[in-house]
């Protein structure tokens, strides 16, 4: 389904669905800065204060992180 993907300085990132109710949210120690969202795949890309890469799956699980 559709889905609205936020992340948030105060270290959060947020996923709701189309009517606006949250589905899950993940909390990072450092702000987040950028971020992208690769459906085909199922993963959301964030960019965070502390230099990491972090990839995230539909699920809110990470999946992989890395320095930037």
């Known amino acids: 389904g559709r889905m609205l993907v936020a ?9 709701f669905n189309a009517d606006g109710r949250d589905l899950w949210n993940y909390q990072a120690d450092f702000k ?4 992208a969202v690769n459906d085909k ?4 890309a964030v960019g965070a204060g502390d230099g990491q ?14 320095k930037a």
Request: glycine share 10%.
């Open 53 to 66: 890469i972090y990839l995230l799956n539909y699920d809110g699980h990470v999946v992989w992180k890395d």
């Open 7 to 15: 992340g948030c300085t105060d270290g959060y990132l947020r996923v």
């Open 32 to 35: 987040l800065w950028h971020l």
């Open 41 to 44: 795949e199922r993963i959301i």
